[in-house]
C-alpha cells in the first residue's frame, strides 16, 4: 500500500463495509455501528503513515471500531438508565420523561451540573470528579447530595404542578 491518500482511500472502501458489518452484527444497532465505524476510520486515517504499515491495518482498524462500539453502548445504556430512572416519593412513584430530567439537570448550578454530568452521563466515580476537577472527595459526594435533592424537590415540584400529587 503506498502512504498516499490513494493507499488510504482503496484501503477504506475494501475495509469499511467489513468493519461496519461486524459492529452491525454485534450490535443489532446499524446507527451506533456506524458511527463506530466512521470513527475508527477517521483515526485510521490521521495515523495512516502508521497503520499501513502495521502487520494487520485491518486487525488495528477492528479492534479500534470495537473498542468505540462498547464505548457507545456503555454510553447509550447508561443514557436510557437515566431516561428511565424513577423519582419516588412516600406516596406515590412518578415516572420523570427524559425531557424534564434534562431541563432539571441544565437548570443546576454549573458546579453541580458538571457534577451531575460526569456522574451519570461519563460514569465517573467520586474520586475521578475530584481529580476532573480539582476539588475533593469529600465536596464531590457533598454537591452530588445537594444536586439529587435539588433535583427531586424540582421534578417533584413538577408533578404538584400538573395535579398529580
Known sequence: MDGGPEGFSGWYAHQHPRVLGMLVALSGQPDVAAEATDEAFVRAFERWA??????????????????ELRRRMRRRSLEQRLRWRWVTRPDAEVVVSDAQLWVAVRALPERQREMVVLRYVADLAEGDIAAVLGVSRGTVASTLSDARRRLAGVLDHQEVERGHA
Open 50 to 67: 502508521r497503520v499501513r504499515v502495521m502487520d494487520s491495518p485491518q486487525g488495528w482498524v477492528a479492534r479500534v471500531a470495537l473498542n
